[in-house]
């Protein structure tokens, strides 16, 4: 898949005419982002700053003369790959899903269960299954468009990342900002995985866990963002609160929250996911 | 001789919705033995084996196992059991070994020579390596006792062991259980309906009836106990004169008539006296013979008994 998307993109490359001076790019921009200032009165803080941030960052490239990058290459197309986690959280919450449910399908819980293991311990291996799984997933992709980005598109480009950091403008080496890009967004993938895995061990559906989980992969960020035009609370609901992106493009679903507000909402949620299924687990009658 | 109880099981109560599917079971059962659930489908045979090997929490009671308690030293108390709960389930998208492994790797100190001498014992040496998927329900069940074998349990927990199989299935299990109890020291539960396969394979049968357990016995007193049932066939016109012979020459036996037979329950002694009897009277007597009741007639008996009280 990830070929198939670098073939493409290579492809539309190919199509693309030469670009305009990137320093005209930059500078008009700019000038779009100061009207917007301007004109917008409607926007929040965090919009504002963020808006503010991207001017920053342009005038330091004019200043510092760095380039933007307009033609693909290899850590471009690594960034433009990490599209491809929601694919890999498919995946994973598909495993998620199965693992535990599967079990009571094929009858084969009952023989799990009469080793001299505690249930705890088979639960909590199961779910360090998913979570290897999940992460060798999100490595093979990185890896691979690695790999893939490099022989196609080459190994020439910017080689750090600006961003905009308290106030001043910094730049990050491309590799560490990659992997944080891809772990943030991992973040959402772990978290529905580890609630598929509940539903798959407290209710012993597969349909049901997989069902559910992909739902709210696709829906819940669209639903959220519904609610969260009208109420305040929807930032407590767990789809405000996964796309950790927000604070970095300066979009939170609703204003006023934080990173470190948002960690802790997805670690109560973990908590209480993982709470839930131990304790179902731990307690229940296996029959049939 | 001394014999080692290697589960106990005491008061043991389950209660699902208020009901109580299983009443205050109390038992014992040693090493070398194979002792046999008996009972009606619904009389709480497999829920008691769910208890015994953790799947089912106890509403009241306790089980120990080697003098482990299963609900609270639940590690401890497993590893001595062995136990193929109902249907033997394994991942039919890998091979009998690979399910052997599987379980292997799930406890401790179970060797690949350990793992080759249990699949020898059931005799699957030649079809181990295949996907289980492919294997018939006997070669199931088989693989199912060498995953319930591989770390040499003191108890071996059989849940219907023989459902489904063909007669020639059904004696080899029969024989594997026999071996295991007799030459390993094992104890073997089993659990059936079938009340003339337990007599073929059990030391004492347990006999469980709507949650309770309403006997205990040893197969061997059992078959023996009690009178046995005679039936006399002489000429019809004169069977009604033959009944009241006998009802007023012995107190003790109660003829009953259907037809020209007469059947009565009484001491083997007391036959040859009977007959002279009836000829002296110039009876003709057609045949005589022991109507041996069968073992359902006699597990029905009890459990009908037990009903009425």
């Known amino acids: ?26 500078q008009a921009e700019n000038a779009v ?80 269960l009469i080793r001299p293991i505690s249930r705890s311990k088979i639960l909590l291996s199961k779910y360090v299954a998913v979570v290897l799984f999940g992460l060798f997933l999100v490595s093979m992709l990185f890896l691979f468009s690695v790999i893939i980005g490099a022989a196609l598109f080459g190994l020439s480009g910017q080689s ?36 598929a895995f509940m539903i798959s061990a407290v209710f012993r559906s597969s349909s049901l866990a997989i069902g559910i989980s992909l739902f709210l992969l696709f829906m819940g960020p669209n639903v959220t963002y519904i609610l969260s035009m009208r109420y305040e609370w929807a930032k407590y609901l767990l789809f405000a609160n996964t ?11 609703v204003e006023g929250m934080t990173m470190s507000f948002s960690l802790i909402m997805l670690l109560i949620y973990f908590l209480v996911f993982q709470l839930f299924a131990f304790t179902v687990f731990a307690k229940r009658d296996v029959a049939g | 001789m001394i014999m080692t109880t290697v589960i106990q099981l005491e008061n043991v109560t389950k209660t699902i919705k208020g009901r109580k599917i299983i009443d205050s079971l109390t038992f014992n059962i040693h090493e070398g033995e194979v002792f046999g659930f008996l009972g009606p489908n619904g009389a709480g045979k497999t829920t008691t084996i769910r208890m015994m090997v953790g799947l089912m929490k106890l509403s009241e009671g306790d089980i120990f196992i080697s003098g482990h308690s299963i609900q609270s030293e639940f590690e401890k108390a497993i590893q001595h059991i062995g136990a193929i709960v109902e249907n033997p389930e394994m991942y039919k998208f890998l091979s009998g070994y690979d399910n052997l492994k599987q379980f292997a790797r799930m406890q401790k100190g179970i060797s690949s020579n350990r793992m ?117 066939e002489v000429d019809d016109v004169e069977a009604e004169a033959a009944l009241n012979y006998i009802k007023a020459a012995f107190s003790d036996i109660k003829p009953a008539r259907t037809a020209s037979c007469l059947t009565f329950e009484a001491e083997k002694e007391d036959i040859p006296a009977i007959i002279h009897f009836l000829t002296g009277k110039g009876l003709a007597i057609y045949e005589v013979k022991k109507v041996s009741k069968s073992l359902e007639e006699r597990f029905l008996d009890i459990t009908e008994k037990r009903e009425v009280i």
């Open chain 1, 243 to 253: 796309n950790l992106l927000q604070y970095e493009t300066g979009t939170a679903v």
């Open chain 2, 116 to 232: 080759d001498e249990v699949v020898k014992l059931v005799g699957l040496e030649e079809r181990i390596h295949d996907k289980v998927k492919t294997y018939s329900l006997g070669m199931r069940q088989r693989l199912g006792i060498a995953q319930s074998l591989l770390h040499r349990p003191k108890v071996l927990i059989l849940d219907e062991p023989t459902n489904g199989l063909d007669p020639a299935g059904i004696k080899e299990i029969r024989q594997y259980i026999r071996n295991l109890a007799e030459k390993e020291g094992m104890a073997v539960i089993v659990s059936s309906h079938l009340l003339s396969e337990m007599e073929m394979m059990c030391d004492r049968i347990g006999i469980l009836q709507k949650g309770k357990l309403i006997d205990v016995q040893s197969v061997r007193g059992w078959m023996n106990e009690g009178m046995d049932t005679y039936s006399i």
């Open chain 1, 33 to 112: 982002y100061a009207q917007q200032l301007n004109d917008q009165r409607e926007m929040t803080a965090d919009q504002r700053a963020h808006i503010e941030g991207q001017i920053e960052i342009n005038e330091y490239r004019l200043t510092e003369n760095v380039p933007v990058q307009t033609s693909e290459y290899m850590w471009s197309f690594v960034e433009n790959a990490s599209d491809f986690l929601q694919v890999a959280g498919l995946f994973m919450i598909v495993v998620a899903g199965g693992i535990m449910a599967n079990e009571y399908t094929w009858g084969t819980i009952k023989l799990l």
């Open chain 1, 1 to 26: 898949m990830v070929s198939a998307f670098a073939a493409f993109t290579k492809y539309e490359e190919n199509k693309q005419s030469e670009q305009p001076d990137w320093k005209q790019v930059v």
């Open chain 1, 160 to 195: 750090a990342h600006l961003a905009y950091v308290n106030g001043q403008v910094v730049e990050q080496n491309m590799l560490f900002y990659l992997v944080k890009l891809y772990a943030m967004k991992s973040v959402e993938v772990l978290i529905l995985a580890t609630m």
